[in-house]
């Protein structure tokens, strides 16, 4: 891997909040395959199956953990409490300088603002230590927690996807948002 995507993941852990963010590791399995299993994790997702076995959750580590070597992307495990979580991670299009975000949480750890420790967590790294421009993400259109989410911490709405992705026998429309490096982040101007 040249230095130019050298995704910076010796900076991790960090922590915020109570929220701990470390690198995934092939020896996460269980973990991933609860929160694969959690509920509401499936509805928020394109590429995981309703219900999701041990197998399943090796194969999706193994190939997270071999992209990260590839520099393609990154996933990172968020904990609290000395129990994991959720994970947010970044596929990263280095020639164009910006990632896709993606992240999930456990059911009963919702509300209580690990995910936005973690979308911040997750954002600073991307912007500040690997030099991104743009860091994206796209929420099907009924998932209203995400949407609060994102427009909590900075991210602006740029459009809809018309049926961008099929799922379940039918085609879903896409709400699409952004954030640039040169755009406020309302968590750095709270602890200004």
Known sequence: MSEEVDLRLERFPQKRLGVTLRVLTTDDV?????????????EGLLTIPRKPDRAWSQECTEKLCESMTKGEGSLLLAEH??????????GIKWKHGHGGLGYLLKESVRGKGIA?????????????????NRIWA?????????RRLLIRNGFVHEGVKRQAYHKEDRYLDVDMWAMLVTDPRPWKEQQA
Do not use: K, W
């Open 30 to 42: 269980d973990a991933m395959f609860q929160l694969h299993r959690s509920p509401g994790v499936y």
């Open 81 to 90: 409490d000395g129990e994991v979580v959720g994970s947010v991670g970044l």
């Open 116 to 132: 936005s420790c973690m979308l911040q967590m997750v954002l600073d790294h991307g912007f500040d230590d690997i030099g991104l």
């Open 138 to 146: 796209d929420t099907f259109m009924d998932n209203e927690a995400s």
